[in-house]
């Protein structure tokens, strides 16, 4: 038997390299290096021409999110060929570049490691993830080729880009072959080299030495030269993101989701400009996230304005930013390469930033889109109406305020001048004070609060628009005089606890109001019903026996990150007719209401209710439930527009609930 000195194995780096060629090797690597960094630092200069700042700067944040959404892949994991392609491509890369960087510390450095158990073990690592990265080549080619989704980006350049890819993990394994060859490596110690002996003890047969020799030679500058070439037209193909994707994830502004960023009045009085309306306006992060982009299309794909026909894809948004970006003069219009109608198609119902795995933030792009259109008196018809009366009114309905009360009729609802010793502030919100059908989620809601013993009171008239329709539609300065009102009010009627049967009213009152120094404990109506039905105060006992079916508004679930309390409200997990629709939770669909085009009229095969309520209708439930003023506006109109919605009935979660409670 052979003793085996495992400490002593380790191969020679740079074997069969004449030392000029090592020096031609340093340079060629040197200089694709240097092509990589002049073409980076034109990319950085059209960044620095937008509006400075804009940078997340606690490096705590970076580290989480790098670790979370760039090591991780957080948005990546799907059951999809796309998602185990670029899991095996990521990996592989990563691994290699790890290793190929550990070798030149081991070679350059004052200590030589690459040698025993950590050498046998590092071969073994870069074969088995270099088959990884072949795979992740092959499966993304054969998918380019048979399985292309429409949203995928896709040119000539990637065909490229891929071969190369794929060349340098083949032309690696044959430089590994050949060197096992003509070194005449033990078996045993080949064996780490997995692919390599396979390749040389199949391939190479009968193969001689010195052929070899020349062979390993010509392959390792093909491989040289390949890798020269990665990183030199790195900056000009789609591998691109491998630099700018962790900058932008580490980067991006940490906010809540459901948050858009205030404009100054001085600001607007420095610059006199509102919104963006040329590529400059915008922030120097915004603009390195345009570079980002991989064009992966997950952002279009969950997208309910692409589904419905509308002239809006988020992905296009980008990448028709980022073209123009590329003009190099920041002084370009936007606005004459994305239309108004593109920008008003938007719901803000953030799937699309939920998606995208490099967190670009598209609704932030349209918004300041958006504010330079309204600003510019470019907003016309029933959404600009609803801001006017917004500003006149105090609600989009275009009612006296003085009515606010009406919904409450005959039922001795207590006032913040009735019950000053409040708990629970009711903030009713404008739809379910004024619209006759959210009317009675107003209703039902105040009844489960009494029933349930829960110390609340209403602002009545006092109560105005968050201002939240203003400022997804455009007009900041609106939003801004409606929320500095507001906060006025709560301060006044020492307002600390906050319940709303609005998702809206709940999202700005908790994610925005503090922009303004209103800060709140704000609830959803269905964390608090939900929780008197845990304590017994109120019952969830079976519903009427009839499949049930629940829509997730999209800015309690996916923005706030409510799904189990409507849930609970409606006793889904005890009910076993109860049905989850495919999209549900935090990956819900759009009723389409949201980002103010509840305001805006579109043609019935552009809807994005009925294309909801058909996802509801194939559940088989004859009931949808929701918790929304809104979506329960929207999906009534969705139901009444899709054949077999006339059999279900659309329900609010209070209304259900309330259904439920023993009379008297
Ligand atoms: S926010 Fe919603 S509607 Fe707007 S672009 Fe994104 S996915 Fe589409
Ligand atoms: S914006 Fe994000 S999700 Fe959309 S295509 Fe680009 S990388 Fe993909």
């Known amino acids: 038997m052979i003793a085996l000195d495992v400490n002593s194995t380790t191969r020679e780096v740079f074997g069969n390299i004449a030392p000029w060629m090592r020096v031609v090797f340093f340079i060629m690597i040197a200089a694709s290096f240097a092509v990589l960094g002049r073409q980076l630092l034109a990319h950085l ?35 999809t060929l796309g998602a185990l392609l670029h899991l095996l491509l990521f990996s592989g890369f990563l691994v290699l570049t790890i290793g190929t960087t550990l070798l030149s510390i081991a070679y350059d450095g004052p200590y030589y490691f690459h040698h025993g158990w950590y050498y046998l073990i590092y071969e073994l690592t870069m074969d088995v993830f270099g ?3 072949c795979l992740g080549c092959l499966i993304a080619m054969y998918r380019r080729a048979f399985r292309r989704k429409p949203s995928l980006g896709h040119n000539w350049g990637d065909w490229w880009l891929l071969s190369l890819l794929l ?3 083949l032309t690696g394994f044959l430089v590994e ?20 002996w396979l390749l040389d003890v199949t391939l190479l047969r009968g193969v001689g030495v010195e052929t070899a020799r020349s062979m390993h030679l010509a392959s390792w500058w093909l491989h040289t030269i390949l890798v020269a070439l990665l990183f030199a037209t790195l900056p000009v193909n789609r591998f691109l993101h491998i630099i700018t994707g962790p900058l932008n994830i580490a980067l991006r502004p940490e906010r809540p989701m459901g948050t858009l960023v205030p404009l100054r009045m001085e600001t607007v009085e420095e610059t006199g400009l509102i919104g963006v309306s040329e590529i400059k306006q915008f922030t120097q992060q915004q603009l390195l996230s345009l570079d980002a982009c991989m064009e992966c299309g997950r952002c279009e794909d969950a997208c309910p304005a692409t589904a419905t026909g509308k002239p809006l894809s988020p992905k296009k948004v980008v990448t028709d930013l980022r073209g123009l970006m590329s003009l190099g003069d920041g002084s370009v219009n936007v606005h004459g390469t994305i239309q108004a109608e593109t920008l008003w198609s938007c719901t803000m119902c953030q799937a699309c930033v939920q998606e995208c795995p490099v967190l670009i933030g598209h609704v932030d792009l349209i918004s300041d889109m958006r504010r330079y259109l309204v600003g510019e008196g470019k907003l016309s018809g029933p959404p600009a109406r609803a801001l006017q009366q917004v500003g006149n009114q105090a609600n989009p309905y275009g009612r006296p305020n003085s009515d606010r009360l009406a919904w409450a009729e005959g039922l001795d609802v207590p006032t913040v001048e009735t019950n000053p010793g409040f708990e629970y502030l009711f903030w009713v919100g404008c739809a379910a004070s004024f619209d006759p059908r959210a009317q009675k989620v107003a209703r039902a809601t105040a009844q489960l609060l009494k029933e349930g013993g ?3 009171a209403v602002l009545g008239k006092e109560e105005t628009c968050t201002g939240d329709p203003a400022r997804r539609i455009g007009d900041e300065f609106l939003f801004q005089e409606r929320a500095q ?7 006044r009627r020492k307002v600390r606890k906050i319940v709303t049967p609005c998702p809206h009213c709940h999202n700005t009152l908790k994610n925005e109001y503090p922009q303004f120094g209103g800060q709140y404990e704000v609830q959803h109506h269905s964390t608090l019903l939900a929780e008197l039905v845990k304590s017994g105060k109120l019952t969830n006992d079976t519903g009427d026996g009839e499949p049930i079916t629940l829509h997730d508004p999209c800015y309690l679930a996916r923005v706030n990150g409510e799904i189990d309390a409507t849930r609970a409200v409606i006793g889904a997990a005890k009910d076993e007719h109860f049905r989850e629709m495919p999209r549900h939770g935090k990956k819900t669909f759009c009723c389409g209401a949201g980002g103010g085009r509840m305001w805006f009229d579109e043609p019935p095969e552009q809807r994005v209710s009925n294309l909801r309520a058909q996802e509801a209708i194939e559940t088989g439930a004859k009931t949808l439930a929701t918790a929304c003023p809104f979506c329960l506006n929207m999906m009534s109109d969705g139901m009444a527009g899709t054949p077999g919605g006339e059999n279900v009935k659309v329900l609010d979660i209070a209304e259900l609930l309330l259904s439920r409670q023993t009379p008297g």
């Open 177 to 196: 072959a050949l060197r096992l060859h003509y070194t005449q490596v033990q078996p045993w110690l080949a064996h780490w080299s997995i692919i390599g």
């Open 45 to 79: 200069r059209q960044w620095r021409k937008g509006q400075t700042g804009g940078f997340e700067r606690d490096w705590r944040v970076w580290i989480r999110r790098l670790l979370e959404y760039g090591l991780a892949q957080k948005r990546v994991h799907k059951k």
């Open 167 to 169: 060349a340098l993990g």
């Open 131 to 133: 088959v990884a990265f």
């Open 454 to 456: 829960v110390n609340f």
């Open 485 to 491: 009102a507001n906060v006025e009010t709560l301060s």
